[in-house]
């Protein structure tokens, strides 16, 4: 079944940098977009960015651009995102999600949380 | 700055109806956005309802429907249940590979 696993959360420092994993399993991971969502604690959800099936596009949303890059690699059935520049506003879980028709989240993944603080 | 709204409570009684609706700070939501819903119990991951307006995920019970009422998204549950009672939360595509969420809406059933 398809299945989403997160990791690569933690403590971090403001200012410091993160990667996260999400490793894919189940489903042909390179005909997939994918989507990377946050959620502050007790806060909504928030859509972070994406990537298309085939890595040729990535789209972030204001406030993560030029400090969040996503990426994946195909080989390793695996999406990435590196947060760099961290702020005490980017505290949340962060999930991701496939989207097979680039319009909607589908299958999310469990989570990881990461925790900006001094 | 785009705002997509929902209301930020709800509540309906065992096996009634109630209709959630997702809407946008400036114009009206038409199929164009895409709409999309998601259930999430506190502690627990997303669980994708619906997309595009208004198709079933796998394994969503049919009282889940989709629609779009008027100038919004709708999300209708008819014959709540005691474990509806969760956060829902409404997504619109906006285009140019740009999502929002709306903030939420929290559904009590009692």
């Known amino acids: 079944q398809v299945q989403l696993v997160e990791s690569g959360g933690g403590v971090v420092q403001p200012g410091g940098s993160l990667r996260l994993s999400c490793a894919a399993s189940?489903?042909?991971?390179?005909?997939?977009?994918m989507h990377w969502v946050r959620q502050a604690p007790g806060k909504g959800l928030e859509w972070v960015t994406f990537?298309?099936?085939?890595?040729?596009?990535?789209y972030y949303t204001d406030s993560v651009k030029g400090r969040f890059t996503i990426s994946r690699d195909t080989s390793k059935n695996t999406l990435y995102l590196e947060m760099n520049t961290l702020r005490a506003e980017d505290t949340a879980v962060y999930y991701c999600?496939?989207?097979?028709?680039?319009?909607?989240?589908?299958?999310w993944g469990k989570g990881t949380t990461v925790t900006v603080s001094s | 700055q785009t705002v997509v709204t929902q209301e930020p409570s709800f509540s309906v009684s065992p096996g009634g109806t109630v209709t959630l609706t997702c809407g946008l700070s400036?114009?009206?939501?038409?199929?164009?956005?895409?709409p999309s819903w998601y259930q999430q119990t506190p502690g627990q991951a997303p669980r994708t309802l619906i997309y595009?307006?208004?198709i079933r995920s796998s394994g969503v019970p049919d009282r889940f429907s989709g629609s779009i009422l008027g100038n919004k998204a709708a999300l209708t549950i008819t014959g709540a249940q005691a474990d509806d009672e969760s956060d829902y939360y409404c997504?619109?595509?906006?285009?140019?590979?740009?999502?929002?969420f709306g903030g939420g809406t929290k559904l009590t059933v009692l």
């Open positions: 990537i298309r099936y085939d890595g040729t596009n990535k």
């Open positions: 595009s307006t208004s």
């Open positions: 189940g489903f042909t991971f390179s005909s997939c977009g």
């Open positions: 999600a496939t989207d097979w028709t680039f319009s909607h989240m589908g299958v």
């Open positions: 997504v619109l595509y906006m285009g140019s590979g740009i999502w929002v």
């Open positions: 400036f114009g009206s939501v038409s199929t164009n956005f895409y």
